[in-house]
């Protein structure tokens, strides 16, 4: 008899516990979400209106620095490759660019192209979230012609368009770091800071090749020359064994023999495009060299 009494109540004090444990575990989850949701932004928080801004307080600090080389051709070679990639972004399929990871914005205005020229004999380029890349006077001197650098541009875009550019900073810089500097405060710190780990960046295999298909497609939607993109990273090679590894602007991996040959595969079939009306010998000689104040 007390063990057929007992046993009901054992049952509804089963019951009873795993229902307090349940409320309790549902109040714990909702703290913590709570925490989560004021401590700990969510990545969506750095959206593309902050991305811009951050790209214009990037942009402002690099001015301020003073390395912006604004001679008359170098202004002239960087306006008319932001125009030219611009329109070519602009005439991209909604599917191309959808497969190449790029959100759209809530306007629906493609976000615009920018390129500062900085005088460092480094052969280098640096992608920033917002659009914005920068390219050093070394690796422009290691061109043969506009297109090849535009082909440089292409690619360093397709870092930005794929989130590339914005996923490492988050990971370099931290998220809350971008977040409160997007905002008012000291734009000009977190810009430097911000620079200083964007140079830092390697983006991995996967996105370097995803990277080097979309160059030679927005040459190809931008009415360029798509097998620039072949001859600017031969061109590189040529640099690449004068600068340590950890220096080089092209990631050893995947090999660069591979991503040549496949430029050039992906190039073949499309039509040749136009040139970039440039002075390139004037845009050479605009630039500082060392042996050259
Ligand atoms: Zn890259």
Not at 52 to 75: D, F, K, N, Y
Not at 146 to 165: F, K, Q, S, T, W
Not at 261 to 268: I, V, Y
Request: aromatic share 4%; glycine share 8%.
């Amino acid at each position: 008899m007390n063990y057929s009494h007992r046993r009901p109540a054992g049952w509804i004090r089963d019951v009873l516990i795993m229902i307090a444990a349940l409320a309790l575990m549902g109040a714990a989850g909702y703290a913590v979400a709570r925490l989560v949701e004021k401590g700990r932004p969510r990545r969506a928080a750095f959206n593309l209106e902050m991305e811009r801004a951050l790209a214009h307080a990037v942009e402002a600090s690099i001015r301020v620095g003073g390395e912006v080389v604004e001679e008359p051709a170098v202004s002239d070679l960087t306006v008319k490759m932001q125009e030219r990639l611009e329109d070519g972004l602009a005439r991209m399929s909604s599917e191309a660019l959808e497969k190449h990871g790029m959100r759209r914005p809530a306007d629906g205005n493609l976000p615009e192209v920018r390129v500062l020229i900085v005088d460092s004999s480094t052969v280098n380029a640096v992608a920033f979230p917002g659009n914005l890349v920068v390219l050093y006077s070394g690796l422009v001197k290691a061109m043969n012609g506009p297109e090849e650098l535009a082909g440089v541009l292409a690619h360093e875009i397709g870092h930005c368009v794929a989130n590339d550019a914005r996923n490492a900073l988050i990971r370099e810089v931290g998220l809350s770091v971008l977040l409160g500097a997007s905002g008012a405060g000291s734009a000009g710190e977190l810009a430097s800071e911000v620079i200083r780990g964007a140079v830092r960046i390697r983006y991995g295999r996967r996105a370097e090749e995803r990277a080097d298909e979309f160059a030679v497609s927005l040459l190809a939607s931008s009415d360029l020359d798509p097998t620039a993109y072949s001859d600017a990273l031969r061109a590189l090679a040529e640099t690449a064994d004068d600068a340590p590894e950890w220096a080089r602007y092209i990631d050893v991996h995947p090999p660069l023999e591979s991503r040549i040959t496949q430029a050039e595969k992906r190039a073949a079939g499309a039509v040749h495009g136009d040139e970039l009306d440039v002075d390139w010998a004037a845009v050479l000689a605009a630039l500082p060299s060392p042996l050259n104040p």
